[in-house]
């Protein structure tokens, strides 16, 4: 009867002499780990075309279903992405999404990258539904808007040449 009522006060003790591990959370944020996935981006190239080229391979690779892409063609007068066609839709249904990472896998381009950030509420169905506008958060550097009227023949490919990182 007294071992286990000296073994709680030890633990008792022991804690309450220790710094309290408690964050003050909206003003202080938690560091995630490196192979956290958090919430979806859609990336751009630095001169401000989108990455995703609508292959829908992101949604073929998802498990859930989550994922929804609608291809439209790119031509001279407005591109999109340096490829032939664009994502004109893209959707995921964070409901449904289970944060696997197989979108980011999937995807050639590496236009769809499950980030850091974990600040994820919504007070309804509607608002649950993340579009392509919410999804690219990356400013292009020097400013230019997506769609970009182009010299006609300055893609002949699907996918550019990546850049060496050095």
Same mark, same amino acid.
Not at 23 to 50: A, M, S, T, W
Not at 99 to 110: L, N, V, Y
């Given at each position: 009867? =007294?071992?286990?009522?000296?073994?709680?006060? /030890?633990?008792?003790l022991? /804690?309450?002499?220790?710094?309290?591990?408690?964050?003050?959370?909206?003003?202080?944020?938690?560091?995630?780990?490196? *192979?956290?996935?958090? *919430?979806?981006?859609?990336?751009?190239?630095?001169?401000?075309?989108?990455? &995703? =080229?609508? &292959?829908?391979?992101?949604? #073929?690779? &998802?498990?859930?279903?989550?994922?929804?892409?609608e291809?439209?063609?790119?031509?001279?007068?407005? $591109?999109?992405?340096?490829g032939? $066609?664009?994502?004109?839709?893209?959707?995921?249904?964070?409901l449904? &999404? =289970?944060?696997?990472?197989?979108?980011?896998d #999937?995807c050639?381009?590496?236009?769809?990258?499950l980030?850091h950030?974990?600040?994820?509420?919504?007070?309804? $169905? #509607?608002?649950?539904?993340?579009?392509?506008?919410?999804?690219?958060?990356?400013?292009?550097?020097?400013?230019?808007?997506?769609?970009?009227k182009?010299?006609?023949?300055?893609?002949? $490919?699907? =996918?550019?040449?990546?850049?060496?990182?050095?």
């Amino acid at each position: 009867m =007294i071992g286990p009522l000296l073994k709680g006060m /030890y633990t008792t003790l022991k /804690y309450a002499l220790k710094p309290p591990v408690t964050i003050q959370y909206p003003e202080v944020k938690r560091p995630v780990r490196y *192979r956290f996935k958090g *919430r979806h981006e859609l990336k751009r190239y630095d001169n401000g075309l989108e990455k &995703c =080229i609508g &292959c829908s391979l992101c949604a #073929a690779a &998802c498990p859930a279903d989550a994922i929804f892409v609608e291809a439209a063609e790119n031509t001279d007068e407005e $591109r999109y992405s340096p490829g032939e $066609r664009y994502a004109k839709t893209y959707e995921i249904n964070m409901l449904r &999404c =289970i944060f696997c990472g197989f979108c980011e896998d #999937a995807c050639p381009t590496q236009a769809i990258v499950l980030e850091h950030n974990y600040e994820l509420s919504f007070y309804d $169905r #509607a608002s649950a539904i993340y579009t392509k506008d919410m999804l690219i958060v990356d400013v292009p550097i020097n400013g230019r808007p997506t769609p970009q009227k182009v010299e006609p023949g300055s893609f002949d $490919r699907a =996918i550019p040449v990546m850049e060496d990182p050095k």
